[in-house]
T-cell receptor
Framework: DAGVIQSPRHEVTEMGQEVTLRCKPI?????LFWYRQTMMRGLELLIY????????DSGMPEDRFSAKMPNASFSTLKIQPSEPRDSAVYFC???????????????FGEGSWLTVV | GNSVTQMEGPVTLSEEAFLTINCTYT??????LFWYVQYPGEGLQLLLK?????DKGSNKGFEATYRKETTSFHLEKGSVQVSDSAVYFC??????????FGKGTMLLVSP
């Protein structure tokens, strides 16, 4: 079974450009999470969805960040305009309410490594 | 609110040494507890989990026991290998909310 799939794996972009990160959760999962990892702040939750509906976006840093989940198999995280302080690893993760014994396990993708210069 | 505290790293060991990484938590309810591992340049992988008091999670020679009385979930391995060098994250989850992570502990194993 394929895991959580993220793209791109690595991106280098110039300050001011729009960045779009993409995520395909594990098939059948109904929770999707976006996290950011930096050396200074560790792992931070940005936003999470349940059944494609945003539940908690209190971690989204500012209006430059937006996330959407148009359907159960796809989500995007956009940064516009990007700034050097947005450089981080962005993880997408998913879980399923109905996954038996693993029901509350959250599975992570490989991450999107973003550098804004 | 919920929180997870784990020992600061890096932890430096020789191959075949015994490993303990301490983790304690604060939670309002009855969380599930997790250890995730992150190898250099990679994402977070679930290492093991425990969902209720006295449960022991185990995987790849690693073990951790959910201790409600001491609110702890210490990670142990009897004999570490160079390939275990990574960052280890302790985390908790209450219900179907998000994970609360510790800051991570880097493990460096030398031959």
């Amino acid at each position: 079974d394929a895991g959580v799939i993220q793209s791109p794996r690595h991106e280098v972009t110039e300050m001011g450009q729009e960045v779009t990160l993409r995520c395909k959760p594990i098939s059948g999962h109904d929770y999707l999470f976006w996290y950011r990892q930096t050396m200074m702040r560790g792992l931070e939750l940005l936003i999470y969805f349940n059944n494609n509906v945003p539940i908690d976006d209190s971690g989204m840093p500012e209006d430059r960040f937006s996330a959407k989940m148009p359907n159960a198999s796809f989500s995007t995280l956009k940064i516009q305009p990007s700034e050097p302080r947005d450089s981080a690893v962005y993880f997408c993760a998913s879980s399923s309410l109905w996954d038996g014994d693993s029901g509350n396990t959250i599975y992570f993708g490989e991450g999107s490594w973003l550098t804004v210069v | 609110g919920n929180s997870v505290t784990q020992m600061e790293g890096p932890v430096t060991l020789s191959e075949e040494a015994f490993l303990t990484i301490n983790c304690t938590y604060t939670a309002t309810g009855y969380p599930s507890l997790f250890w995730y591992v992150q190898y250099p340049g990679e994402g977070l992988q679930l290492l093991l989990k425990a969902t209720k008091a006295d449960d022991k999670g185990s995987n790849k020679g690693f073990e951790a026991t959910y201790r409600k009385e001491t609110t702890s979930f210490h990670l142990e391995k009897g004999s570490v290998q160079v390939s275990d060098s990574a960052v280890y994250f302790c985390a908790l989850r209450e219900g179907y909310s998000t994970l609360t992570f510790g800051k991570g502990t880097m493990l460096l194993v030398s031959p």
